[in-house]
C-alpha cells in the first residue's frame, strides 16, 4: 500500500520556525515527483513547494521563497519542509503529495496541472500570537 504520512505540525508565534515531515512507506521517493500543499479555511489547496526526484529541480510559490526549504532524507525515505520566519497567513493544514516522476514536473505538481494520485492526511500548523 502506498502510503504518506505527515508530523510537525504544531502551534507557533509569528516569526517562529518548524519542520514538517513527510514519511513514505511501501515505496521509494526516488522514482517521484513530491511536493507540500497547503489548505487554509475557506480556501482553495495550493502547491507551495515541490521536488523532483528525476533531476532534483526544485519549485516554491512567491509566498514561501526564502522562507521555507524542501529537502528529502533518501535515507528514511522522507520529505522534509523547514518552515521559518513563519506568518499568521501560513496557517493551515500541510499537506505531501507524490507524482511519478516522469509524469509530473515540479511545475504541473506544485500547480496541480494534472492528477495527483498519492496525498497524506495533512498536517496542521497555527501560526498565532
Same mark, same amino acid.
Given at each position: 500500500?502506498?502510503?504518506?504520512?505527515? @508530523? !510537525?505540525? #504544531? +502551534?507557533?508565534?509569528?516569526?517562529? $520556525?518548524?519542520?514538517?515531515?513527510?514519511?513514505? =512507506?511501501?515505496?521509494?521517493?526516488?522514482?517521484?515527483?513530491?511536493?507540500?500543499?497547503?489548505?487554509?479555511?475557506?480556501?482553495?489547496?495550493?502547491?507551495?513547494?515541490?521536488?523532483? @526526484? !528525476?533531476? #532534483? +529541480?526544485?519549485?516554491?510559490?512567491? $509566498?514561501?521563497?526564502?522562507?521555507?526549504?524542501? =529537502?528529502?532524507?533518501?535515507?528514511?525515505?522522507?520529505?522534509?519542509?523547514?518552515?521559518?520566519?513563519?506568518?499568521?497567513?501560513?496557517?493551515?493544514?500541510?499537506?505531501?503529495?507524490?507524482?511519478?516522476?516522469?509524469?509530473?514536473?515540479?511545475?504541473?505538481?506544485?500547480?496541480?496541472?494534472?492528477?495527483?494520485?498519492?496525498?497524506?492526511?495533512?498536517?496542521?500548523?497555527?501560526?498565532?500570537?
Amino acid at each position: 500500500q502506498l502510503q504518506l504520512v505527515e @508530523s !510537525g505540525g #504544531g +502551534s507557533v508565534q509569528p516569526g517562529g $520556525s518548524l519542520r514538517l515531515s513527510c514519511a513514505a =512507506s511501501g515505496f521509494t521517493l526516488d522514482y517521484y515527483t513530491i511536493g507540500w500543499f497547503r489548505q487554509a479555511p475557506g480556501k482553495e489547496r495550493e502547491g507551495i513547494s515541490c521536488y523532483s @526526484s !528525476g533531476d #532534483g +529541480s526544485t519549485y516554491y510559490a512567491d $509566498s514561501v521563497k526564502g522562507r521555507f526549504t524542501i =529537502s528529502r532524507d533518501n535515507a528514511r525515505n522522507t520529505l522534509y519542509l523547514q518552515m521559518n520566519s513563519l506568518k499568521p497567513e501560513d496557517t493551515a493544514v500541510y499537506y505531501c503529495a507524490a507524482e511519478n516522476w516522469r509524469i509530473a514536473s515540479v511545475q504541473a505538481m506544485c500547480l496541480m496541472t494534472i492528477p495527483l494520485d498519492i496525498w497524506g492526511r495533512g498536517t496542521q500548523v497555527t501560526v498565532s500570537s
